[in-house]
């Protein structure tokens, strides 16, 4: 027997085999799709983590940014009071250009 004999014997072999056994075949081949989809599953919960830890980050940046443009928005509030309680209980206002006075001392 030649060897292209043997190897088209046990071809014809492996299919009647696989041809009487079809829920073993199905169940094979169930099984590695279940493996694919769980391999799939765990990369995306991995890409989904890494997303999320992202965000958190940006978030966390933007909380300070947020913190500080507060204290700005209330130092600068406090500073207009300031200037509108001088107007009114005073009679307070800026000099005008041509009313300000340079001092210089050397």
Same mark, same amino acid.
């Given at each position: 027997?030649?060897?292209?004999?043997?190897?088209?014997?046990? #071809?014809?072999?492996?299919?009647?085999? !696989?041809?009487? /056994?079809?829920?073993?075949? !199905?169940?094979?081949?169930?099984? #590695?799709?279940?493996?694919?989809?769980?391999? !799939?599953? *765990?990369? /995306? %919960?991995? =890409?989904?983590?890494? *997303?999320?830890?992202? $965000?958190? =980050?940006? +978030?966390? =940046? #933007?909380?300070?940014?947020?913190? /500080?443009?507060? $204290?700005? =928005?209330?130092?600068?509030?406090? /500073?207009?009071?300031?200037?509108?309680?001088? +107007?009114?209980? !005073?009679?307070?206002?800026?000099? $005008?250009? %041509?009313?300000?006075?340079?001092?210089?001392? +050397?």
């Amino acid at each position: 027997m030649s060897a292209s004999n043997t190897n088209f014997n046990l #071809l014809s072999f492996v299919v009647a085999d !696989l041809a009487r /056994h079809p829920v073993r075949v !199905l169940l094979f081949l169930a099984v #590695l799709v279940s493996a694919a989809l769980v391999i !799939l599953s *765990a990369h /995306h %919960n991995r =890409q989904m983590s890494i *997303a999320i830890e992202r $965000l958190m =980050q940006e +978030k966390d =940046q #933007l909380d300070v940014e947020w913190r /500080h443009l507060v $204290l700005e =928005q209330s130092a600068l509030a406090e /500073h207009n009071r300031i200037e509108n309680l001088v +107007k009114s209980q !005073l009679n307070m206002r800026r000099p $005008l250009p %041509n009313e300000e006075v340079v001092v210089r001392i +050397k």
